[in-house]
Nanobody
């Protein structure tokens, strides 16, 4: 059974940092792509970052490029999203998802965590 569990969200002031974690189990970690998506109230779901676990390149949305960093702990089968220089517009529920390809996650396929709230105050 595929499981993804996000943690690390919360309330932070603008300019601050948070690190989200996504602990995974139940699928072949080395053969999957994992992405972070977010959804703010009244807005469309946005793909923030995605990477196949064995790829060298990582996709970042323009809105987070240079501020957010995706990383992987293979031993723990956990992925992280380091979020620096946070802005109020980063406020959203953040979800991690997993599937064979990043494109499947953009199509809302794959498996997803329950989501975690990130709130950035101005």
């Amino acid at each position: 059974q595929v499981q993804l569990v996000e943690s690390g969200g919360g309330l932070v002031q603008a300019g601050g940092s948070l690190r989200l974690s996504c602990a995974t189990s139940g699928f072949p970690f080395d053969y999957y792509a994992i992405g972070w998506f977010r959804q703010a109230p009244g807005k469309e779901r946005e793909g923030v970052t995605c990477r196949h676990t064995r790829a060298d390149n990582t996709y970042y949305a323009d809105s987070v490029k240079g501020r957010f960093t995706f990383s992987i702990n293979f031993a723990e089968k956990t992925v992280y999203l380091q979020m620096d220089s946070l802005k109020p517009e980063d406020t959203a529920v953040y979800y991690c998802g997993a599937d064979y390809h990043c494109s499947n996650l953009w199509a809302d396929s794959g498996s997803w965590g329950q989501g975690i709230q990130v709130t950035v105050s101005s």
